[in-house]
């Protein structure tokens, strides 16, 4: 699977949209782009993912390039709730997860 | 809402001990996978099963042992805890075949070995 690049960490006001980069210049064309999250001592929560076309959910959206080779999460309206270790992964289907070591996002009041 | 739970939630346990950390799911998912994360650092894949009586070992080599006798029940066992398993342990989930994946995970064990 191809190896993503994250900020190692970034703050975003409450209220404001939150925007993550990855970059995957490796990526191939059957790799997904997926993003977790981990808040604080629980277990990984599974925000998105896409191949090519932008994807839009309750939680967040998530932004492709068109060479794929790099993509953004948007959370539009960060709340406090939203603190956590944002993981980046590209993986092909049927491919395990690989977690490296995320971007930690701080919301601030 | 995933249904998957893992048991104990916290675990104090002295050197030496055999130790079973419980997880299941209710999803009726095929696969299932072991994880271990220490404070702030990142998850390493320890164990995963494909369906029943099936385990592999993950990326991160740990002497702990898995089994999958029923799909919706995969416990970890380590037969003798010493202070270096002193991690969090967390179990995940998911469907198997070609589509993309969506793992859910568990709320995840903190053991503690004295």
């Known amino acids: 699977d191809a190896k993503t690049t994250q900020p190692t960490s970034m703050d975003c006001a409450e209220g404001r949209a939150a925007n993550l980069p990855c970059n995957h210049s490796t990526i191939s064309g059957n790799e997904y782009v997926y993003w977790y999250r981990q808040i604080h001592s629980q277990g990984p929560q599974y925000i998105i993912h896409g191949l090519k076309n932008n994807e839009t959910n309750e939680m967040a959206s998530l932004i492709i390039t068109e060479d794929r080779k790099s993509s953004t999460l948007i959370l539009p309206h960060a709340t406090l709730r939203d603190t956590a270790v944002y993981y980046c992964?590209?993986?092909?289907?049927?491919?395990?997860?690989?977690f490296g070591g995320g971007t930690r996002v701080l919301v601030k009041p | 809402e995933a249904d998957i739970y893992q048991t104990p939630r916290y675990l104090v346990i002295g050197t030496g001990k055999k130790i079973t950390l419980e997880c299941s799911q209710t999803?009726?998912?095929?696969?299932m996978y072991w994880y271990q994360q220490d404070p702030g650092m990142e998850l390493h894949l320890i164990h995963y099963s494909y369906g029943v009586n099936s385990t592999e070992k993950g990326d991160l080599s740990s002497e702990s042992t898995v089994s999958r006798i029923r799909t919706e029940h995969f416990p970890l066992t380590l037969e003798s805890a010493r202070p270096s398993h002193t991690s969090q342990y967390l179990c995940?989930?998911?469907?198997?075949?070609?589509?993309?994946?969506?793992?859910?995970f568990g709320p995840g064990t903190r053991l503690l070995v004295l």
């Open positions: 992964i590209v993986k092909a289907a049927g491919n395990k997860l690989t």
């Open positions: 995940a989930s998911g469907l198997a075949g070609g589509l993309p994946e969506t793992q859910y």
């Open positions: 999803m009726g998912h095929d696969k």
